[in-house]
């Protein structure tokens, strides 16, 4: 079964796709690469997709090139979530690269988003930092009394 990772900090330039295949190449190991560039520019959009033929193969790329410079950029790589239907309909092609904090550039969309969730009260901490606000919470709650 074949693995896809995003790859994610590359320059905003014109790179192609044969550079980044070059610095990344899978030893021996079948594989392919996809930069995902704007449509009316052709430009890089940052991020490019890289299969790989197996997890433990993804593992040793996510290791080895994880950090990694390109282009005077740090890469960053990780596995990328599964492919889905994108909010307006159309497919996302290549996998959908992971969410990053500030969003996809729809700011009025997360605004309500946000809005809605603080009403309902649902609003939930990241369950990778909610130990830590726990523990911040009692150190307030013992500074006040």
Do not use: H
């Not at 596995?79 to 092609?93: C, N, T």
């Not at 988003?113 to 369950?127: A, E, N, R």
Request: glycine share 10%; with cysteine; net charge positive.
């Amino acid at each position: 079964m074949s693995i896809r990772l995003y790859v994610g900090n590359l320059p905003k330039e014109d790179i192609d796709r044969d550079a980044l295949a070059g610095m990344i190449a899978v030893e021996g190991k079948e594989g392919s690469t996809k930069v995902i560039k704007d449509r009316k520019t052709g430009k890089c959009r940052g991020f490019a997709f890289v299969t790989v033929p197996s997890d433990e193969v993804a593992d040793q790329f996510i290791e080895k090139y994880n950090g990694q410079p390109f282009m005077e950029s740090p890469l960053k790589i990780e596995k990328a979530l599964p492919r889905s239907k994108a909010e307006d309909g159309a497919s996302v092609e290549g996998g959908e690269a992971p969410k990053r904090k500030n969003g996809n550039g729809n700011k009025q969309r997360s605004k309500k988003q946000g809005s809605v969730q603080k009403q309902q009260g649902s609003i939930q901490p990241d369950p990778r930092w909610a130990d830590e606000l726990a523990k911040l919470k009692e150190m307030l709650a013992s500074a006040n009394n």
